[in-house]
């Protein structure tokens, strides 16, 4: 049956990996070896996995109808793949076992010695591998020069200088970058300033939004990317010029490449895993993905009894493989606990604050802590970073209506103090009267 599940699941999901991963062949597929070399002799030749109708098509009898039936498979890759290998375990082991048992009926020690020929063949055969550094080392070497020569072919910018500045951009693969705060402290829309900030790179977006529509991420879009009044477009006021805006949206409408929002319930069947993340990015040819909420994946290795932290952690993993795997950054916000931050200071939240799981910041390669004080300051602060240093708070005057973040001096940026203080009360008199809409 497992077998017919792994079929499944690579028809349905048009992904493969999970074959190419774990060395699977046909042995371990009994009965279903001609479904499985079909799929990839189909991949050899043509370079994807065939959809269901051209797999149906090819297993029908006399009368058209198809011999083999898909099921829905709602099991991890890691139920699958620990089954299917103790089936083919089996499936080698019975031969073995009924001859032992006939060779002891008349020579325990001819017994014996084929025992021990046997067990060697059926160890399991899981390559394990590795990178010789030494070996390799010129590789490292035209990397760096890559790097040192076309640092946009290996970064992306997100969308804040100052930031751009502490933690050198966001790499184009082995990045999985969380942004951490309480509710309501602004951090979808950091999320959302950075991906807005990469679309107008040129690239390709994916934007994961559980609790807004479309619509409602496109207003943020607009307001990020042209400043236009966002509770004016959010409420339906009449203080935006239609001519304006219908002309943006049509000059819009020009761009080749794409910010593509999904939501659970319209585009993922309510259920959004890191395997159905990896077959979106691959069919939208996506350069970045961010997820506006890490809470909301389901965990696709569960096992009964797993509780919140496990699959939380489970996930974060599957997320940074799958940023290494496609070499594209993986953002996603997450929520700290009530005591995560309080009080009248500045300070952001810290890594052990994170709700339900301190996995998802071990695998992080960097944490971005935000808070939103009352006078309209965005305080943000490296909390991980794994190549640089941590610290680094910045501190911006967030007009929110307009999507307008402006950087405010610290103290110790070499100036005079009353200089310093000087610009930033000018900076908040200029935003003092914006509307706050979340």
Not at 21 to 29: A, G, H, K, S
Not at 70 to 92: G, P, Q
Not at 206 to 233: A, H, Q, V, W
Not at 259 to 264: D, E, H, I, S
Request: charged residues 30%; aromatic residues 10%; proline residues 3%.
């Amino acid at each position: 049956m497992v077998a017919l599940q792994i079929i499944s699941k690579i028809i349905q999901t048009g992904d493969n990996s999970i074959v190419e991963n774990n060395l699977l062949t046909e042995e371990y597929f009994v009965g279903y070896e001609q479904e499985f070399n079909f799929i990839q002799d189909h991949i050899k030749k043509y370079g994807n996995v065939p959809d269901k109708n051209t797999f149906l098509s090819h297993f029908m009898d006399d009368k058209g109808n198809p011999t083999i039936e898909l099921v829905e498979v709602n099991e991890s890759d890691r139920y699958l793949i620990d089954t299917v290998r103790e089936e083919y375990l089996f499936y080698k082991s019975v031969p073995v076992v009924n001859k032992i048992g006939k060779l002891l009926e008349t020579d325990a020690n001819s017994a014996a010695e084929y025992m021990l020929m046997a067990i060697k063949d059926l160890q399991p055969n899981y390559q394990l591998g590795g990178t010789d550094i030494i070996n390799e080392a010129d590789i490292r070497y035209q990397e760096y020069i890559e790097r040192r020569n076309n640092p946009n072919d290996w970064f992306f910018t997100c969308g804040f200088p100052e930031l751009d500045d502490l933690w050198h951009g966001l790499q184009r693969g082995e990045e999985f970058v969380v942004i951490v705060a309480r509710t309501n402290q602004g951090k979808s829309w950091v999320l959302e300033k950075m991906t807005t900030h990469i679309w107008q790179l040129g690239f390709n977006v994916g934007y994961i939004s559980p609790e807004m529509g479309p619509n409602s991420i496109g207003y943020r879009f607009d307001t990020l990317y042209k400043n236009f009044s966002n509770s004016s477009l959010a409420w339906g006021k009449n203080d935006i010029k239609e001519e304006d805006y219908q002309k943006y949206t049509e000059e819009l409408k020009q761009k080749k490449n794409k910010f593509l929002v999904a939501t659970p319930s319209e585009d993922f069947d309510r259920k959004i895993t890191v395997s159905k993340l990896r077959n979106w990015i691959k069919q939208n040819k996506l350069d970045m993905i961010a997820v506006d909420g890490i809470t909301y994946l389901t965990d696709e290795r569960y096992k009964r009894g797993d509780n919140k932290t496990t699959s939380l952690t489970n996930i974060s993993e599957d997320l940074m493989s799958l940023s290494v795997e496609l070499k594209i950054p993986v953002l996603v916000v997450a929520q700290v606990n009530r005591n995560g931050v309080g009080g009248e200071d500045e300070n952001t939240p810290e890594l052990e604050s994170i709700r339900d799981s301190d996995g998802i910041a071990y695998n992080a390669s960097k944490v971005l802590s935000i808070r939103q004080l009352k006078d309209n300051t965005l305080v943000m602060q490296i909390k991980k970073q794994r190549i640089g240093k941590v610290g680094g708070k910045l501190n911006y005057n967030w007009d929110i209506n307009n999507g307008v973040f402006t950087f405010m001096p610290a103290y110790d940026d070499g100036e005079p103090e009353e200089q310093t203080e000087r610009k930033v009360r000018e900076i908040k008199k200029q935003y003092k009267d914006k509307e706050d809409v979340f």
